[in-house]
C-alpha cells in the first residue's frame, strides 16, 4: 500500500511513522509512505500558502493553488488513490471504515490547518472527508497519523501474530477484554484463576463474557448497535448479575 501525506507540517507525522508497527511496516517495504510540504508548491515569495478568508473573521485558510497543485504530484506518484481531507465535517472512522479504506491500493491524506481549506479545492481535488472524533484539532497532522496507524495496523503480515489484528477492540463490535501478564500476583491482587487453567474453551468463554460486560459498562451504544446470539445474551447476563452481586447498581 502507498499513502502520500500532504500538508504544512507532514514532517510531524513522519516522525510518527517512523517507530513502532507503522516504522516496521514501512522498513520492510509493506507500506510506502511519502510526505509533501504545502509550501514547497507555493507561488509567492516567502512561500506563503494561506490568506484571510472572504467574508471577514478570524483566523486564515489554506489556498486553493498550492494544495491542488501538492495533491497533484502526489498522486502522481500514488495513481488510483483516494484522496482524503481529514476535517471534522467528515465521517467518523470506526472500525469498518478502517477496514475499508486498508483495501485501497493508496490513499492520499490531506491534513488541513488554521480555518480549513478552500472549498473549492476540496470540490475539485478530494474524494472523501473522515473525521477521527467529533472535536477540532489545532491542525489535520495528528488525525492523518491516528489513521495511518489504524490502516497499517490491518494490511497482512504487519502485525506479529495473524490473530492480533482479529481481536482487537470493536472487530466484533465490542471492546477487548482485560489482559493480564507477569507476575501472577501483583501487589495482592492475582490473575484471573481461569487464565492459569489452560483449559482453553474456559478462557474462550471468560473473555467473551468480559468483553460483552465492559461494553455494556463503558460502550452501551456498541450493544444497541448488534444483534447478540444466545451465548452472548447468557454470558453478557451472567456478567450483569455477578457485577450488581458486587454492590454495583
Excluded at 509533501?36 to 471577514?56: I, Q
Excluded at 492475582?190 to 474453551?201: A, D, F, I, R, Y
Aim: glycine letters at 10%; one cysteine or more; aromatic letters at 8%.
Amino acid at each position: 500500500m502507498e499513502i502520500d501525506v500532504v500538508g504544512l507540517f507532514p514532517e510531524a507525522v513522519e516522525g510518527f511513522c517512523k517507530i513502532g508497527v507503522v516504522g516496521r511496516a514501512w522498513e520492510r517495504g509493506t507500506v510506502a509512505l511519502r510526505f509533501w510540504n504545502l509550501r514547497d508548491f507555493s507561488a509567492e515569495k516567502w512561500r506563503r500558502v494561506d490568506d484571510r478568508p472572504f467574508g471577514g473573521g478570524p483566523g486564515m485558510v489554506l489556498m486553493a493553488e498550492p494544495v491542488a497543485m501538492a495533491l497533484a504530484a502526489a498522486r502522481s506518484r500514488n495513481p488510483g488513490a483516494t484522496v482524503v481531507y481529514l476535517s471534522p465535517a467528515g465521517r467518523v472512522v470506526d472500525h469498518d471504515a478502517v477496514m475499508a479504506l486498508a483495501a485501497r491500493s493508496g490513499l492520499v491524506l490531506l491534513a488541513g490547518r488554521y480555518e480549513g481549506v478552500d472549498e473549492r479545492v476540496l470540490c475539485a481535488c478530494v474524494d472523501e472527508e473522515w473525521s477521527i472524533g467529533d472535536y477540532v484539532l489545532s491542525g489535520g497532522e495528528a488525525a492523518a497519523a491516528v489513521l495511518i496507524d489504524a490502516v497499517v495496523r490491518q494490511l497482512p503480515g504487519v502485525l506479529g501474530h495473524e490473530d492480533s489484528a482479529r481481536e482487537d477492540s470493536f472487530v466484533e463490535g465490542l471492546l477487548d477484554c482485560p489482559h493480564y501478564t507477569r507476575p501472577e500476583s501483583w501487589r495482592k491482587e492475582p490473575v484471573p484463576e481461569v487464565l492459569l487453567s489452560g483449559n482453553h474453551e474456559r478462557i474462550r468463554t471468560w473473555r467473551l463474557k468480559q468483553s460483552l460486560g465492559r461494553t455494556w459498562l463503558r460502550r452501551p451504544d456498541l450493544l444497541a448497535e448488534r444483534d447478540l446470539n444466545a451465548e452472548q445474551i447468557r454470558l453478557l447476563e451472567e456478567f450483569k448479575q455477578e457485577y450488581r452481586g458486587y454492590g454495583h447498581e
